[in-house]
């Protein structure tokens, strides 16, 4: 079986796994104005990642994780912050920590973001914003960013993990754009991108077809998804 990946609009994306396992990253569904109604409520799940606690990023992985009994993999903070909320299926860590989820090994690294969340006007710190590596046993090698800007050390990403795929964010302002998040497929060798967190309100720019003209010299392949669209 290969590796699907679905976009379900912003930076929620859904892999199921080579060995039949579904992950989903940074569950923004039923507010997510991207997020086709279909998928707000997507079973079962075998995990849920979240990169960082902005609420585009994580306002639904409550709800995922009650319905489906799915654990939590996210920094020390956010789950600290989520079993204060009752919740107890939850696979705290921290950059350079790997945690193994069915059939994939998932590995926290860096990315330059900020990371918080409100709750009744009060700013709550959320830990640092982080990445993910997700090795599966039998199939490629996806890295996903997360929030982020461009950073030198996605060299490092390349030298140790060697991933096939990026889930990069291209929307601009908030993150890189579209010509940052071509320099970083050539700094992480990858054959392939997704392009995320883009489209989702007017002020993030970036499009799919900047970064496929920034990456033409490079022979990256650039997954343009609709939301709710699957790429294997």
């Not at 939590?72 to 920094?75: D, E, F, G, M």
């Not at 309100?201 to 022979?219: C, D, I, K």
């Given at each position: 079986m290969p590796l699907a990946m679905t976009w379900l609009g912003h930076a929620t994306c859904l892999f199921r796994s080579p060995g039949g396992a579904s992950l989903l990253l940074d569950p923004w569904?039923?507010?997510?104005?991207?997020?086709?109604?279909g998928w707000?409520?997507?079973a079962p799940?075998?995990?849920?990642?979240i990169?960082?606690?902005?609420?585009?990023?994580?306002?639904?992985?409550?709800?995922?994780?009650?319905?489906?009994?799915?654990p939590?993999?996210?920094?020390f903070e956010i789950c600290r912050w989520l079993e204060r909320k009752g919740l107890r299926a939850l696979r705290p860590m921290n950059k350079g920590g790997t945690h193994r989820v069915a059939d994939a090994r998932i590995t926290m690294v860096d990315a330059r973001h900020s990371s918080s969340i409100e709750e009744s006007g009060i700013a709550h710190y959320m830990g640092e914003a982080a990445g993910f590596v997700l090795r599966f046993d039998a199939g490629p090698t996806v890295y996903c960013a997360g929030d982020t800007a461009l950073f030198g050390d996605m060299q490092l990403i390349r030298e140790l993990y060697a991933p096939d795929i990026a889930c990069l964010p291209i929307g601009d302002v908030f993150t890189m754009g579209p010509e940052e998040a071509a320099r970083a497929c050539r700094?992480?060798?990858?054959?392939?991108?997704?392009?995320i967190h883009h489209g989702t309100?007017?002020?993030?720019?970036?499009?799919?077809?900047?970064?496929?003209?920034?990456?033409?010299?490079?022979?990256v392949e650039v997954l343009a998804l609709q939301p709710g669209e699957t790429a294997e």
């Open positions: 569904l039923e507010g997510n104005p991207s997020c086709p109604p707000h409520h997507p799940l075998d995990g849920i990642l990169t960082h606690g902005h609420s585009d990023h994580m306002a639904d992985a409550a709800a995922a994780a009650r319905a489906t009994g799915a939590i993999v996210a920094n700094l992480l060798g990858v054959r392939q991108v997704l392009p309100f007017p002020v993030l720019t970036g499009t799919p077809a900047e970064l496929r003209r920034h990456v033409a010299s490079l022979g």
